[in-house]
């Protein structure tokens, strides 16, 4: 009976990201966009609205449940290392689907709150003139600080500690494990703070190339999720800094020229 309510639990968690990915895509196709985040016919009006200078309560709920979908599609996956991990020491105790549901809670009430901070940071960016109605930064200079912020982000030491708690999962839980459901949203919180720190740089740059950018949310999910596995996520981290810092002053020197 236990494995079955585990094969629940799975099929619905992949559920949901699919779900989240379908209505992004609904998001963008509703807005004219192609998956590059570039528009097509009525685009133009349809953004202005959400994200422009004139958005209202309407508008910023649309910007909200937007980045709110992208924490649920493109964070979800990075998780599952931890949740495979979590099942495999919990399996037996009495209430370890309940721990289980709890960590997602905690961790996607993290992202959630996320979701509010980027989408109030995206209107009032709009509102002050440093995005088009894309949610892309103007200009390439403002662009190529992005990707060096972000590639810089990549070398320092709070960026390890924040990635070193994704890559050892079993060593987080062998210190901090806390029993039943709300053990499992404390831990989830904790864990989803800690995953917060290791990539908002990496979720940030989707003021480079538009917020509804579809391919590049596809890709970002892809290095996420390579970041956190235990055997790539060392490896991968610097040098995908270095290819964001050489790409920004890439970007920098082609506007002095």
């Known amino acids: 009976m236990a494995r079955i309510w585990q094969d629940i639990f799975w099929l619905g968690l992949f559920a949901l990201v699919l779900a989240a990915w379908a209505a992004l895509y609904a998001m963008a196709l509703g807005s004219g966009l192609d998956v590059l985040g570039r528009p097509g016919l009525g685009a133009e ?50 209430d370890a689907m309940a721990s289980r549901l709890g960590l997602v809670a905690g961790y996607m009430g993290i992202w959630l709150g996320f979701s509010l901070l980027a989408a109030a940071a995206q209107i009032a960016l709009s509102r002050a003139g440093l995005l088009d109605d894309f949610g892309a930064a103007r200009g390439s200079a403002v662009q190529g600080g992005l990707l060096i912020l972000a590639g810089l982000w990549q070398f320092t030491a709070f960026k390890s500690r924040c990635q070193s708690v994704c890559l050892t999962p079993m060593a987080y839980f062998m210190g901090r494990f806390r029993p039943g459901a709300g053990g499992g949203l404390w831990m989830g919180a904790e864990l989803g703070l800690a995953c917060v720190g290791c990539c908002w740089a990496i979720m940030a740059l989707g003021f480079v190339g538009g917020v509804m950018n579809l391919a590049w949310m596809g890709l970002a999910t892809l290095f996420m999720v390579l970041e956190k596995l235990p055997a790539a996520g060392a490896l991968v981290r610097r040098p995908a800094g270095g290819v964001l810092i050489v790409s920004g002053l890439a970007l920098w020197a082609g506007t002095m020229l």
């Open 45 to 94: 009006a349809l953004l202005a609205l959400c994200s422009g200078p004139s958005a209202g309560f309407a508008g910023a709920a649309v910007v909200w449940a937007m980045w709110a979908g992208m924490g649920v599609a493109m964070m979800l996956p990075t998780f599952v290392p931890v949740l495979t991990t979590h099942q495999k020491i919990a399996t037996r105790m009495a």
